[in-house]
């Protein structure tokens, strides 16, 4: 393979070897940052650290957690964890991310699971030991139609929606501990980074909560987002 020169948060220069991973790349410049690497944009684009460079003279830029950018990723990547956590514990995977309230996903789950302080304690433990498995994230590549064929023998048929009208034959999706899903933007490389998260009953759902951004470490104490919950209750009763 050929080498290739990049330039590195506008400060280092290094020649590497073409098809080099920004996850291969990001281990020599991991300790310059605070909170774990999670993406990179490279040239402009947001990219996953999946991503292989092959393209000389590409400017990288590492974006950590504590970026307003490697949150949203880290939040993303929550949702990857809670599909993963429900298929071990053999619950159905029909689940559905609504929307973000404050810092924290609003999630509505199948109709049959009962959201109980059992269920929220059960779902909560495995997503920990999810968390402690250090489980790589994987960043694959397949047809279009294959993916579609994937998705619905998964019981995933809101993925088929999100990607057959895209105009790309090929589509990139994500997948861990035999889960697979489609998401437009980065996850995180590895579950071990999820370690800072809750999970509450609230409503008809579940929220999943995470840090702030510029403090990754630790969880605030939770606002209830009454009136904007109100909302987004209204404008989803409206659209049944």
């Not at 294959?146 to 999706?173: M, P, R, V």
Request: hydrophobic share 40%; proline share 4%.
């Amino acid at each position: 393979m050929n080498n290739i020169t990049v330039l590195i948060n506008k400060t280092f220069t290094r020649t590497i070897t073409s098809q080099t991973s920004l996850l291969e790349l990001s281990q020599e410049f991991s300790s310059s940052f605070s909170t774990p690497i999670v993406a990179a944009i490279v040239n402009g684009e947001e990219k996953s650290l999946h991503f292989k460079l092959d393209t000389d003279q590409t400017a990288i830029s590492f974006l950590e957690l504590q970026t307003p950018i490697g949150m949203r990723i880290y939040s993303r990547s929550l949702i990857m964890l809670l599909q993963i956590a429900l298929k071990q514990l053999k619950y159905n995977l029909n689940f559905s991310a609504k929307h973000n309230l404050g810092d924290a996903i609003y999630c509505e789950l199948a109709p049959e699971i009962e959201i109980t302080a059992n269920f929220i304690a059960q779902l909560k433990e495995k997503m920990l030991e999810i968390v402690a498995s250090n489980t790589a994230i994987e960043y694959n590549r397949m047809p279009k139609q294959k993916a579609c064929d994937l998705f619905h023998k998964l019981n995933l048929e809101k993925n088929i929606g999100l990607i057959k009208y895209l105009k790309q034959d090929e589509i990139t999706y994500y997948s861990c501990l035999g889960i697979s899903n489609y998401f437009f933007s980065p996850l995180v490389p590895f579950t071990g980074i999820l370690k800072i998260f809750d999970v509450l009953a609230y409503r008809q759902g579940i929220l999943i909560r995470y840090p702030k951004y510029h403090a990754p470490t630790v969880l605030q104490p939770y606002k209830n987002q009454t009136k904007l919950a109100d909302i987004f209750e209204e404008a989803s009763n409206w659209a049944k």
